[in-house]
């Protein structure tokens, strides 16, 4: 891999069309144009473990029309485009593993309108989850989706991210209205009204929301927000066994609970929390739970938690009910990811992410924990067990090709146990560059349908490519 | 409009093609192969207000490789597919407006598997939504979407379907997890696997759903079921005023309240409720609701409610706690439609089906009930108010060309109003022969995006034609 430029350091003729290209972006962006190894090399890579691909040139367009007139030159050039929220992406998303230009949204972070009748936020795709939080903090409303970094929401648009809180507020899918968004050939549109539903044609939304960058650049959303409940309590309740955890969670589910954060943590990932947080967890199988509602109806979830975790053999339950407390609790939780990365020294963590019906969960993560300790590397589990969606977290040195082979071996093997099992090859990070060839064992011919639809939508294929395609 | 054997019966070579595929479809089906005027009729029409369109055939495949076989013999004689279940739609989808084959799908009504620990079913796409509810009584799982017909799973799917349950339970959208389809050229996908959720690339089962059978046709899908909640309790509120009954709905939703349902009827729909039911509600505007959850979550909920509607000048709640009371008082809700037709006397009702943003709708529904009060026709109103979305049922006599063009021309004004507030023409009904000129008026380019995806995925454009596009 590597980029265009890189490759045909040779090719005088690609290189005369990029710097035709840069002085057009110019003339458009004046120094919101950049050609510096610095900046390039910042948007050649992700927080995952794919090796960087540098883009040729980095652009910081500040509007719909911008990015518009920006696609049309990069179409003209025949260049590719690849758009940049906050780089926290773990499949590659970003990479430019054909070279063209990095479309820098991040500083397209207006918060356009916050409607606390509608229950709805407008906002350009650079902002940032914390920041439309802290944002909200005054209006008694939240944005619940939460994957573990401080992503921009129009990147986790693009991978159709989740998190913790999924289980009661659903996916990006489930909270985006509607979007606009720029096509391959610098059209502009707008995917849906802002009706709480409609059934006016095809869900473009839907089919905008997880393409990766692939089909356009989403440069305006409108996401559902939340009251901020009355009441919100956090537990932690640790197991002597996994399946003690596991098992209270899908009859948490079961039951219809409407617990809002069910989280499992398996002994390896307490430890590691531990170590890097400084908390003193008791490092065995632990969940991690929320309830949201008003005052009885908390302290009725909590009751009817606490009788099914003993029956499954918990322990009894720490419940965090003050902020700040719930704030460490979760805080720890997202440090998940740098955790185990502080385990390693210098590694990168390849971090799985399986997702299967619940029935079959708890024998997903058992043959997976024993597959893991039958392996030479160091690997922890933490997952958003209530969606039967879950993360082994393996370091891997990345100097090291017998780890890198033996950590996609594992990778590869989880992958096809949770697809065997009528599951799914990756719940919330997307395919980017690393699923390709386990999205066609996933879902075979239908992979042909998303390869026709991104044809027919970016006929140059000039949008993220060698993303989600081979 | 008509089908094409009634406008071309001059045309022999149509008509020996016709013949030909009717011989290669008994060659298949044997005797479930129709070209009986009487069958052909009744596949001709939905509940809408549209003109009949009689198809060429019905066909009654039982299974997805019939279904896939049929479709290739259509394709190859280049014949129209439309896709058959109770025939329950109200904008036309089910017409055979450039005749053709109805793949009447109602026998593929087997419920292959309900899961009660993943809270999934998995069906064919002629079950009907009561039929399901019947068939899981025993599990303490229900499916909580309901339009007001009994209509199949697999033509909820196609438009996206909704009712009084999606302001808690959501639409079809986040409902179906999962389809089996046959495209056009006859292969067979699925769209995804059973997890509760993904993000294996392009969300394809999005794309289905709503698509009212242009870009493929479900022969399986996989739902979602729910706990039928510890407690239900409904009850009736009266208002001298309809912004009362609208504003308490819109406070509601506001404080989060997590109502299971709230349905707005006003005095005209009152009334004709009463005399379709022999039922005495007071003949005011009125919100009906429910709430759904534990002894306590639903006292709590109710007694909020009550304050709520009272600060609105709604009258003391009458609730209606045990299960024949609610029965009979949703039954009375679904009967709108019907109730509305009785009024008429063998008059049809044209039904519209806008959603805006809540904040606007107050307004939006004040102006509508102005224009029908200052119309010649006579009309009722409903809605899912809640989700913003509501109904006028506009009573029509289809001999009467004076009456069609009024009633036309509100049904336009209704819409564009709805757009003109950044709503929606259909909130859950689709798009159908009715609605087209709306689409492109609603969102512009995106229709053409819409149209894209469809050429490349039906080129020949054999599948229900003249639906959702021009």
Redesign the interface.
């Known amino acids: 891999m590597g980029n265009l430029l890189d490759k045909k350091t040779g090719d005088a003729s690609l290189q005369d069309q990029i710097s035709a290209l840069e002085q057009n972006l110019r003339s458009l962006l004046g120094d919101r144009v950049s050609s510096g190894t610095n900046i390039r090399e910042q948007h050649g890579r992700d927080e995952g473990y794919h090796a960087p691909c540098l883009p040729d040139l980095v652009i910081f367009p500040k509007s719909t029309e911008e990015v518009s007139a920006c696609i049309k030159m990069c179409a003209a050039a025949n260049l590719p485009i690849i758009a940049w929220g906050a780089g926290t992406s773990l499949e590659g998303h970003v990479l430019a593993v054909k070279g063209g230009v990095s479309f820098d949204l991040s500083g397209m972070d207006t918060i356009v309108k916050v409607?606390?009748?509608?229950?709805?936020a407008t906002l350009e795709p650079g902002v940032r989850r914390v920041q439309l939080n802290t944002h909200l903090r005054d209006t008694g409303l939240f944005f619940p989706i939460d994957p573990g970094a401080d992503a921009t929401l129009g990147g986790m648009a693009s991978?159709?991210?989740?998190g913790t809180n999924?289980i009661k507020y659903?996916?990006m899918?489930?909270n985006v209205i509607s979007c606009t968004v720029v096509?391959a050939d610098g059209?502009?549109?707008?995917?849906?009204?802002?009706?709480?539903?409609?059934?006016?044609?095809?869900?473009?939304t839907?089919?905008i929301?997880?393409?990766e960058g692939t089909?356009g650049l989403i440069t305006e959303l409108t996401v559902r927000l939340?009251?901020i409940?009355e009441k919100i309590a956090a537990a932690v309740c640790s197991f002597a066994t996994f399946q003690g955890a596991v098992e209270t969670a899908?009859a948490t589910?079961?039951?219809?609970l409407?617990v809002a954060r069910i989280e499992f943590m398996d002994d390896h990932m307490m430890s590691a929390l531990n170590t890097f947080s400084g908390t003193d967890f008791s490092e065995q199988s632990t969940l991690f739970v929320e309830f949201h509602?008003?005052e009885?109806?908390v302290k009725?979830q909590v009751s009817l938690f606490e009788e099914i975790s003993a029956s499954f053999g918990g322990e009894e339950l720490k419940t965090a009910v003050v902020t700040e407390e719930r704030e460490a609790l979760w805080k720890a939780r997202h440090n998940a990811l740098y955790a185990t990365k502080a385990l390693g020294k210098g590694q990168e963590v390849l971090l799985t992410?399986v997702?299967?019906?619940?029935?079959r969960l708890a024998e997903c993560i058992l043959e997976t924990r024993e597959e893991l300790d039958a392996s030479s590397l160091v690997a922890t589990i933490a997952g958003h067990v209530g969606?039967?969606?879950f993360h082994a977290f393996i370091l891997v040195d990345p100097e090291s090709p017998e780890q890198i082979e033996e950590a996609e071996r594992l990778h590869e093997s989880m992958a096809r146990r949770?697809?065997s099992l009528?599951?799914?090859?990756?719940?919330?990070?997307?395919?980017g560059v690393g699923?390709r060839e386990l999205?066609v064992e996933?879902?075979?011919?239908?992979?042909?349908?998303?390869a026709?639809?991104?044809?027919?939508?970016d006929p140059k294929h000039i949008l993220n490519p060698g993303k989600?395609f081979n």
Chains 1, 2 share one sequence.
Request: charged share 20%.
């Open positions: 409607s606390a009748q509608d229950l709805t991978t159709r991210a989740s999924a659903g996916t899918k489930n096509m059209r502009i549109i707008r995917t849906a009204r802002s009706a709480s539903k409609s059934s006016a044609g095809y869900d473009l839907s089919l929301v997880g393409s089909l939340y009251p409940p899908i589910i079961q039951m219809g409407g509602g008003s009885i109806v009725e992410d997702c299967v019906p619940i029935s969606d039967g969606n949770a697809i009528d599951g799914t090859c990756t719940g919330e990070h997307g395919i699923k999205l996933e879902l075979g011919e239908a992979v042909d349908v998303m026709a639809v991104k044809a027919v939508l989600i």
